[in-house]
């Protein structure tokens, strides 16, 4: 979930709840609250900072953003992902053409 | 939605969150409510139902546990635990007078002669390990009493 976070952050600044909202919507996540603890977590290892954002007359809200390590975080996390998605696709359609040939076999 | 109504429910959850995270390090806690008390008040500010808003965060308590993490000591159940040091010091206390019936055996065989040798050595192994079961019980009643 980490790296996850890390990632929209990165992809612009957030405040909590959008951020909550788009995991939420992603199914990512079941209980919202636990996000928060994780935010935490990500700001006490130096990957993401916050600070108050006052503009005109809202009301202010605590942005995340991501510092310089985490930008690195995801760069890391992204480059390790696509190698392992790569992976996963290959042994999966391997398993799908072994399954047809089993079929093709077996048929009759 | 009624905004008294909406009030006592974030004050509720807070509430119960407050309660809740008693456990964690004071400013992880300050930090913790500060931003779920944030959440909701933006998830009002943005017209969104605040019960359903209370509904998706989770219970307080999961929310409390994610905040522990894996390394942090989980709390132990009081009660739990001072039932399982009972059972060791009744485990000590059986093995204990384990050790001393096998001593009573062991006297008696040598007092009733050489004819009851069989008896001596069962004894003997018998004694044996009612100490060494002894030794074990007291260390884990021991350490159990330290924590």
């Known amino acids: ?108 | 939605m009624n905004r008294t109504t909406d009030d006592e429910l974030i004050n509720q959850y807070l509430e119960a969150l407050r309660a809740e995270s008693a456990v964690l390090a004071p400013n992880q806690r300050a930090v913790l409510l500060s931003q779920l008390e944030n959440h909701l008040e933006e998830a009002r500010a943005d017209g969104v139902d605040i019960r359903t808003s209370i509904d998706q965060l989770g219970r307080p308590e999961e929310v409390v546990r994610e905040a522990l993490g894996e390394d942090a000591p989980v709390p132990t159940a009081p009660s739990n635990s001072r039932l399982i040091t009972a059972l060791w010091a009744v485990g000590l206390v059986l093995s204990v007078l384990w050790s001393v019936a096998s001593v009573a055996v062991l006297i008696w065989s040598a007092v009733a002669g050489a004819s009851q040798g069989w008896l001596l050595i069962a004894a003997g192994v018998v004694l044996v390990g009612g100490v060494i079961l002894s030794f074990w019980t007291a260390r884990n009643v021991r350490q159990r009493l330290q924590r």
Request: avoid cysteine; charged fraction near 30%.
């Open chain 1, 1 to 108: 979930m980490g790296p996850l976070v890390l990632a929209l952050i990165g992809q612009r600044d957030r405040y909590g709840l959008e951020l909550v909202k788009v995991l939420s919507a992603h199914d990512l996540v079941v209980s919202e609250g636990t996000v928060y603890p994780l935010l935490s977590r990500l700001m006490t290892n130096g990957l993401v900072e916050s600070e108050w954002l006052i503009s005109g007359k809202d009301r202010p809200r605590r942005i995340y953003r991501l510092t310089e390590e985490g930008k690195n975080e995801v760069r890391a996390f992204r480059s390790e992902w696509d190698a392992f998605a790569t992976s996963v696709q290959d042994v999966l359609s391997e398993n799908t053409m072994d399954n047809e040939d089993r079929e093709i076999g077996t048929d009759r």
